[in-house]
């Protein structure tokens, strides 16, 4: 039960990071001349989240690496497995535009 309840809440945090990503770029793209196509808000949001994502956890793994800290490969928290550099990546991605609204200086 409580699985199921933490899977829903992470994909609406992670729905809510992405809402959040596309009201910020809808609003840069609203000021530039439509001369080409563009990619749609949410396909940009998305991409951001992964390249963010990527971007975290790279620099993880490298910090990981250069400190030679001894780190499980995987946790298992009832039925889920994962990797903890991955997950911890992914949730900074996630936090990321909220931290940005938070500190925007408009």
Partial sequence: MYTWA???LIILVVMGSVWLRVCRL???LGNTPHIEP?????????Q???ATAGGVYLSLVMIVSFLKLDLPERIT???????PLAMTAIAVA???PVV???????
């Fill in 94 to 96: 996630v936090i990321q």
């Fill in 77 to 83: 928290i009832s039925i889920i497995t994962f990797d």
């Fill in 26 to 28: 809808r609003i840069s």
């Fill in 6 to 8: 933490t899977l829903v």
């Fill in 100 to 106: 940005s609204k938070l500190f925007d200086s408009k």
């Fill in 48 to 50: 951001d989240l992964v």
């Fill in 38 to 46: 563009k990619a749609s808000p949410f396909a940009n949001a998305v």
